[in-house]
């Protein structure tokens, strides 16, 4: 079983609606939270970053954690085409000298 | 933008052949990383740098090899490539690793095809 979960899907919704992406993971020594978003083509970037438990607010974006329930989410408000790319969740514990990621969600935003 | 580059952008080659990929950057970060990413696997690690002739495997090392003998430079080699291979290859850097939760930032990718 892989340590990080990510449904890859892909994801189809329309312009506006809420956008829950979720990752699962089995490492409790995970600390460090993070979300790439990948556009086609492209190199992943760095989208949202929180440590353990809680929520962080970023314009449009939410990311949560629940460290007890060992699962992150992105929420994304108000979606636009241009949002439409790769999610990617990543993680690591502290001292570790790598992330971990997830498979990725494929996201399309249709007008 | 982080001072990545990565060459060749494209390449075709065939099975059995020796294929290297460089990855150059400009920000003296002491980390460096390749992936690879496939449909439905994500990136996964293939080895990584955490100094100049400092190297470790990641999760997917067999048939790959790494060589960091400057700063600036990472190259990956396959060493005889096989179809499995065809992928798409990216490289990243960091300055810490990810023990704080440090951003890695990622080149632009080689696309591979191994025929």
């Known amino acids: 079983q892989k340590e990080v979960e990510q449904d890859p899907g892909p994801l189809s919704v329309p312009e506006g609606a809420i956008v829950s992406l979720n990752c699962t993971y089995s490492?409790?020594?995970?600390?460090?939270f993070m979300w790439y978003r990948q556009y086609s083509r492209k190199g992943p970037e760095l989208l949202m970053y929180t440590y353990s438990s809680g929520n962080k607010e970023d314009g449009r974006f939410t990311a949560q954690v629940d460290k007890s329930s060992k699962y992150i989410s992105l929420f994304i408000r108000d979606s636009q085409p241009s949002d439409s790319a790769t999610y990617l969740c990543a993680m690591s514990a502290p001292g570790a000298q790598k992330l971990v990621f997830g498979q990725g969600t494929r996201l399309t935003i249709n007008p | 933008d982080a001072g990545i580059t990565q060459s060749p952008r494209h390449k075709v080659t065939e099975t059995g052949t020796p294929v290297t990929l460089r990855c150059h950057q400009t920000?003296?970060?002491?980390?460096m990383y390749w992936y690879r990413q496939d449909p439905g696997h994500g990136l996964r690690l293939i080895h990584y740098?955490?100094?100049?002739?400092?190297?470790d495997k990641g999760e997917v090392s067999d048939g790959y090899s790494v060589s960091r003998s400057k700063t600036e430079d990472f190259l990956l080699t396959l060493e005889s490539a096989t179809s499995s291979q065809t992928s798409v290859y990216f490289c990243?850097?960091?300055?810490f690793g990810g023990g704080a939760g440090e951003e890695q930032f990622f080149g632009p990718g080689t696309r591979l095809t191994v025929l």
């Open positions: 740098s955490y100094g100049v002739k400092d190297t």
């Open positions: 490492n409790s020594a995970f600390q460090y």
């Open positions: 990243a850097i960091s300055e």
């Open positions: 920000e003296n970060h002491r980390y």
